[in-house]
């Protein structure tokens, strides 16, 4: 059958689809192996793609996926010979420690304590009790001879369906009731190793056996099926105890369920080294913690039958399936007894060298070391590695590394963080300084100032304040001599006044009005002078208002003889709404006068002062004047009529 047959008979959740179930176990492949297993793994698919097999994972590993047990090892099946891919393991680093021709079956154990078992698709009928015969076959009946449903599942490796969930016997629905369901009625009888199983996985997972399956065991054990178990399967099974995470308690499980006396007699939960086990159990659960992951059954070996004898011992390990096992049983203290030496050497005293070291040794050495040393210094340093030094990782300044631009999407900043973790567990970088100095060979230049892209701003010509047209206003009405040409020339600029901000008529009407005052007989008999030059153009009021004395000679004339003229300059441009700039400017044909100034009266200049004139309350005092002025004023009225 081709493997588009087999996809389609997969069994999809009811309310979720195949796609869902391929990313759900894609997810699960990533996160829940270790980075070992992960790498296992991939050098298992990676041999049978080259021989173009398909390959699964089944069994107990994709169980325990599901389920989020502890996956313990790993079971590949590829459909066709797997013990052809034997020579291609071993050299992609899988060390060989058992087979098996009946299943055609490959015990590996790869770096990091990986363990997996590579075997071939299988049909297996039982002619006899315990007297399986295997044929080559597809997956799906590969998963139909399994014991129990919730072993009977499998994960696809291969390209186009990774991460592809098969399971034909509904074993997810099992799991989720944590029950053990035998996939064929008539399991215990054709594999009677079977009941033992069943016990050993109530015990590992605390599950129990479906009612009908229960039955079954119940009748196998009344009715002696074990007997019928062949040596390959009672060694196979004995040596899965020292498998287990807790094997005391299988052990005892399986000792009160009376299988013991099947499996090895003579080995006993009494012969057990309980205090020891405990302990070593701890030690595993911390070199986990720090990401090592040991295989503990051979450390567990020697403190599970303590109290057996040599010779039982030697029985013991000679009936194991796995020759390989009884070999890393007997290799282990001499392996940790090397590694001790090493550890202890001079190159390695300092953290760092040490926690290398540690990371990078055989996981089973670190374990059997750390858990039977007896030497202090080798005790305390890891008592260091377990609590002492993984704190360096929480003191990394991560802040300042901000600051000087060290920053995760640099290259090789995982690699600078592992040297600023190792530095501050060898104690260099115990202050600020001494952390930015080891930082700034790291620090990438900062990066130029940004461009700023505004336009710059247009200079305008400056408009003329209107607070210079009001004191040039303020200062005629209030009758101070202003240099009219002054300010002229000062208001002679382009700029046109708003119409909306104009003075209302009825105050450009009034002002000439105001300005009576300033045709007094005092003024008008202003001494003449000699012309002085009007001042700069753009010279401020203030300084127009000081030279008071010019401006009387100027104004005295129109008063004097053409009085009336003068006054019509100014109502005219107040009748015609113009501004006060305006009004201000037509005030300066006034100066056309200055040939006239000569015909006035000298001696008057000599009576006013040219303080006296610039204050504003001195002209009105002087009575006499202002009868002078008379006649002027009616010539005025008259020509107004």
């Known amino acids: 059958m081709r493997l588009g047959d087999i996809l389609g008979t997969v069994r999809a959740h009811p309310r979720r689809g195949t796609r869902d179930h391929m990313a759900d176990y894609i997810y699960l492949l990533q996160t829940r192996l270790t980075p070992a297993q992960q790498k296992a793994l991939a050098t298992a698919r990676d041999v049978a793609r080259s021989r173009n097999l398909t390959v699964f994972l089944v069994g ?3 169980r325990d996926l599901t389920s989020g047990a502890p996956i313990r090892d790993l079971d590949v099946v590829v459909q066709g010979n797997a013990l052809k891919l034997r020579k291609e393991l071993e050299h992609a680093g899988g060390l060989m420690v058992g087979e098996s021709d009946t299943f055609q079956s490959l015990y590996f154990h790869f770096p990091g304590g990986v363990r997996m078992e590579v075997g071939s698709a299988l049909s297996v009928t039982f002619p006899k009790p315990g007297k399986p015969v295997a044929k080559p076959a597809t997956i799906l009946d590969d998963l139909h001879r399994r014991d129990f449903t919730a072993n009977a599942m499998a994960v696809s490796l291969n390209e186009g369906s990774y991460g592809l969930l098969m399971d034909p016997l509904n074993g997810v629905a099992d799991i989720e009731n944590r029950e053990l369901r035998l996939v064929s009625n008539y399991g215990f009888i054709e594999d009677p190793s079977r009941m033992i199983r069943a016990a050993r996985f109530g015990a590992r997972l605390g599950w129990h056996m479906e009612e009908r399956t229960h039955a079954r065991y119940e009748t196998g054990k009344a009715e002696d099926y074990i007997a019928a178990m062949n040596p390959a399967q009672r060694g196979y099974e004995t040596e899965e105890i020292f498998r287990e995470e807790d094997p005391l308690r299988v052990l005892r499980r399986l000792e009160s369920e009376g299988w013991m006396k099947s499996l090895f007699p003579a080995w006993t939960s009494a012969k057990a080294n309980e205090a020891e086990l405990n302990r070593l159990r701890d030690t595993v659960g911390q070199l986990n913690s720090m990401g090592i992951f040991p295989d503990p059954s051979a450390a567990y070996f020697p403190l599970l039958t303590g109290k057996l004898s040599p010779k039982e011992v030697s029985a013991l390990k000679a009936s194991f399936a796995r020759p390989g096992f009884a070999k890393q049983i007997e290799s282990l203290e001499a392996e940790a007894k090397a590694f001790g030496v090493q550890f202890g050497a ?6 760092s060298a040490a926690w290398t070291l540690l990371k990078s040794a055989v996981p089973e050495s670190v374990l059997w070391l750390a858990h039977s040393t007896k030497s202090a ?27 000087m631009r060290i920053t995760p999407d640099l290259p090789g900043y995982a690699d600078l963080v592992e040297k600023i973790f190792f530095a501050i567990m060898d104690g260099k970088l115990d202050t600020p300084e001494a952390a930015k ?11 130029p100032p940004p461009v700023n892209m505004r336009r710059r701003a247009v200079k305008r010509e400056a408009k003329p304040t209107k607070s210079r047209s009001k004191k040039v206003l303020a200062a005629v009405v209030e009758g101070e001599d202003v240099d009219l040409a002054a300010v002229a020339e000062v208001e002679a600029a382009p700029v046109k006044a708003p119409a909306a901000k104009a003075p209302k008529p009825e105050k450009v009407a009034k002002a000439p009005a105001a300005k ?5 007989a005092p003024v008008a008999k202003a001494p003449a002078a000699k012309p002085v030059k009007a001042p700069a153009a753009k010279a401020p009021a203030k300084a127009i208002a000081k030279k008071a004395a010019p401006a009387k000679k ?8 053409k009085a009336a003229p003068v006054k019509k300059a100014v109502a005219k441009p107040a009748a015609k709404k113009a ?3 305006v009004a ?9 006068a200055a040939p006239a100034k000569k015909a006035v009266a000298k001696p008057v200049a000599k009576k006013a002062p040219a303080k006296a004139v610039a204050k504003k309350a001195a002209p009105a005092k002087k009575a006499a004047p202002a009868k002078k002025a008379a006649p002027a004023k009616k010539v005025v009225a008259k020509k107004k009529r």
Do not use: C, D, H
């Not at 001079?346 to 953290?351: G, T």
């Not at 100027?554 to 003889?561: G, L, R």
């Open 60 to 62: 107990g590993a994709v």
């Open 346 to 351: 001079k190159e390695n005293a300092a953290p």
């Open 579 to 581: 501004p006060a700039k």
């Open 516 to 520: 009576a005052p300033a045709v007094k």
């Open 377 to 403: 210094p080798v005790q305390a340093r890891f008592k260091a590695f377990f609590g002492e030094w993984p704190t360096a990782r929480q003191k990394i300044p991560y802040t300042l590394m901000q600051e």
């Open 554 to 561: 100027v104004a005295a004339k129109p008063v004097a003889k």
């Open 437 to 447: 100095a080891f930082l700034e060979p790291y620090s990438p230049p900062a990066p």
């Open 584 to 592: 201000a400017k037509k005030a300066a044909p006034a100066k056309k």
